[in-house]
């Protein structure tokens, strides 16, 4: 079977993605409360998943670590200081010997092209664990912190404010997947790359560019953003300027439905993209987002590394 390779949201269809979040679910709440792996609820047990991080990572790293052990399996994180990487050994030569130890591979780096060296010379799954262009496992997390909260986020409109950056890119193609309507208020100088609107556009999407960040939050059931400086950005770039206009404050959220959700993958800016009364008050469900990573992730490793049988992971402790 050929290896399946997580790299962006739109290389999977809809229905596959739906079953991985479905088995997330269904794992969250069987391992509810439980601080151990069950037995025999160890679906993954054997299998060894690579964390390459050339970037710093709290929630993606330990989620993948956590959702590894919980279900049996064990976790190499490999830091380029750690290995020849970061003396300069081809990525194409790692891959190969990665390949022979490993039974998949996270790679998180603002790389694009490494990313997909990685894949072209990888005979296991290769998992993007965020890149300066995409990061599409936040989105599984953040689908499923939608829906447990509002039902399903189809037909619902989505609210990006701010910079249209990795996460921005991630939500487009999560559009037309999932079948909500994404509004979009970014400055022109930081909006994202049409081709990727025009793409989600073909595929039925409803992505609409606003004006301004009060137009894009009408009627929105949930409101986004992200920091305003990206770990691929110049971290000397000051953007507030351009960027202050679309910090979601108490008064934007005051635009949005009366029920809006905020949500945001974190690390936080508080002051700069979003204010502490959001991020903190009664529309925020923050927190959730952050812990259904560990959920989403196990949803993503049953598909990834589960085989042909891979929902049936999600009945490990019925
Ligand atoms: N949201 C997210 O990916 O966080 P980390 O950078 O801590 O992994
Ligand atoms: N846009 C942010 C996301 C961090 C999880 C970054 O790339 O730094």
């Known amino acids: 079977m050929a290896p399946r390779h997580f790299l962006e949201l739109r290389d999977l269809d809809a229905a596959t993605l739906r079953a991985i979040l479905a088995v997330a679910a269904r794992i969250k709440h069987a391992q509810a409360g439980r601080r151990r792996p069950l037995h025999p609820g160890r679906p993954l047990a054997g299998r060894v998943l690579g964390l390459m991080m050339e970037k710093p990572s709290t929630r993606t790293r330990v989620s993948f670590e ?3 052990l919980q279900l049996g399996g064990e976790v190499i994180v490999l830091s380029p200081r750690d290995t020849q990487l970061g003396r300069g050994e081809s990525i194409a030569d790692t891959a190969r010997v990665l390949s022979r130890f490993l039974d998949a591979l996270v790679l998180r780096t603002d790389d694009t092209a490494k990313l997909a060296a990685l894949v072209a010379h990888s005979s296991i799954p290769v998992i993007n664990g965020l890149t300066a262009r995409s990061h599409p496992t936040q989105i599984l997390a953040d689908i499923l912190t939608f829906e447990e909260h509002r039902g399903p986020i189809a037909g619902q409109i989505v609210a990006w404010c701010g910079d249209g950056n990795n996460m921005a890119r991630s939500w487009i193609e999560a559009a037309p997947r999932f079948g909500f309507t994404l509004n979009l208020a970014t400055p022109a100088a930081l909006a994202p790359d049409p081709a990727v609107i025009d793409w989600a556009r073909a595929q039925g999407g409803s992505i609409i560019v606003a004006g301004n960040a009060r137009e894009a939050v009408r009627g929105a059931r949930c409101v986004v953003t992200d920091t ?13 300027a351009i960027l202050s206009p679309y910090r979601v404050d108490a008064g934007l959220m005051a635009q949005a439905a009366a029920d809006a959700l905020f949500m945001h993958c974190l690390p936080a800016h508080r002051g700069e993209e979003v204010t502490d009364a959001v991020i903190d008050g009664p529309w925020s469900v923050v927190f959730d987002e952050a812990e259904n990573r560990l959920h989403a992730q196990k949803g993503l490793l049953a598909w990834v590394l589960g085989g042909d049988d891979w929902t049936t992971i999600g009945d490990i402790a019925a």
């Open 66 to 68: 956590v959702a590894m």
């Open 228 to 240: 305003w400086v990206s770990m691929s950005d110049d971290p000397a770039a000051d953007r507030g």
